[in-house]
T-cell receptor, first 111, second 114 residues
Framework: TQLLEQSPQFLSIQEGENLTVYCNSS?????LQWYRQEPGEGPVLLVT?????EVKKLKRLTFQFGDARKDSSLHITAAQTGDTGLYLC???????????FGKGTKLSVIP | DADVTQTPRNRITKTGKRIMLECSQT?????MYWYRQDPGLGLRLIYY???????NKGEISDGYSVSRQAQAKFSLSLESAIPNQTALYFC?????????????FGPGTRLTVT
């Protein structure tokens, strides 16, 4: 059973466009993280959200945690070619010590 | 220097061979993890260790074993490699005192079993 569903699976956009990636679950998480992975490298942590309704901004990236702590979104404003990569969300369950990863959204930003 | 290193970076081996993937970290974290990544399946946890004397199975531990030789070293072994173990393997570390389950990944090992 896939606990975290990410959508879309693939996304190809022009440089300068805005986009939103979603991470959804029927389970409640104590925290949720977003990672970006580039080809040939390991995932790199972008942000952790903890509180329901929390919004965090990282330059052109805006992350939101759902009020019920079951879902999250990542919005990128004015995408750049450097944003290209695989975006992974990962949730920490209320009980337990492991992260559950979504399958990822592969983003391609075309110049 | 990278905080989490993995060796080798690439490995091609034959069915039935025993191989070991190694992970070292200089972050001083107690918790270490091994994941495999397959296209369309995402990252799946193989084993994790919270300290030198603690080893725990993840969701896909069959066919794998691990050894935590020291706080900084965590090795993954495939006793008898099979083709469906072809994947990208990542080591990761975390320190709950610094961030809630935030994990720091190595660069990965691309393993091909022929």
């Amino acid at each position: 059973t896939q606990l975290l569903e990410q959508s879309p699976q693939f996304l190809s956009i022009q440089e300068g466009e805005n986009l939103t990636v979603y991470c959804n679950s029927s389970s409640v998480f104590s925290s949720l993280q977003w990672y970006r992975q580039e080809p040939g490298e390991g995932p790199v942590l972008l942000v952790t959200v903890v509180t329901g309704g929390e919004v965090k901004k990282l330059k052109r990236l805006t992350f939101q945690f759902g009020d019920a702590r079951k879902d999250s979104s990542l919005h990128i404003t004015a995408a750049q070619t450097g944003d290209t990569g695989l975006y992974l969300c990962a949730g920490a369950r209320l009980r337990g010590y492991q992260l559950t990863f979504g399958k990822g959204t592969k983003l391609s930003v075309i110049p | 220097d990278a905080d989490v290193t993995q060796t080798p970076r690439n490995r091609i081996t034959k069915t039935g061979k025993r191989i070991m993937l190694e992970c070292s970290q200089t972050k001083g974290h107690d918790r270490m993890y091994w994941y495999r990544q397959d296209p369309g399946l995402g990252l799946r946890l193989i084993y994790y260790s919270f300290d030198v004397k603690d080893i725990n199975k993840g969701e896909i531990s069959d066919g794998y074993s691990v050894s935590r030789q020291a706080q900084a070293k965590f090795s993954l072994s495939l006793e008898s490699a099979i083709p469906n173990q072809t994947a990208l393997y990542f080591c990761a570390t975390s320190d709950p005192g610094q961030g809630i389950y935030e994990q720091y990944f190595g660069p990965g090992t691309r393993l091909t079993v022929t």
